[in-house]
């Protein structure tokens, strides 16, 4: 069943979010929209901060930045409600606080670590899944 809340989620990944082809814009965009309110039932969270290993200048010259519409290199990392990080990725540019880049990330962030725990439950199981990227 589809609800609001996903159907709001899959058009916004439709529109922001890259794709592979096959399965194609709709199919990674239900992907994202599904992994983004599982994460939420879930309770994780997404952290944020500025990309060190990208720039060298301090965190407020980039708050700065940011605020002036300039690009930034952010580093994301979800973590479950124990504080455990379950994915992390760096380099991550954005122009603004509420980039929809960063919405797109945290739903990657959620799908890639959904998949780890897939394998890791079938792993237990006694069942080969194979992860793919």
Request: charged fraction near 30%; proline fraction near 3%.
């Amino acid at each position: 069943m589809i609800t609001t809340e996903l159907r709001r989620a899959w058009n916004f990944h439709r529109e922001h979010a890259g794709y592979a082809t096959p399965p194609g814009r709709a199919m990674c965009a239900l992907e994202l929209a599904r992994a983004e309110l599982a994460m939420r039932e879930l309770d994780w969270e997404i952290r944020w901060d500025y990309d060190h290993d990208w720039v060298t200048t301090s965190s407020l010259e980039q708050q700065a930045r940011l605020e002036a519409g300039e690009t930034v290199y952010l580093v994301a990392w979800l973590e479950d409600a124990a504080g455990t990080t379950l994915a992390a990725c760096g380099g991550i540019e954005v122009e603004s606080d509420d980039d929809p880049y960063m919405r797109v990330m945290y739903a990657e962030l959620a799908s890639e670590a959904l998949r780890e725990l897939k394998a890791e439950q079938a792993e237990e199981a006694g069942i080969h899944v194979e992860v793919r990227p």
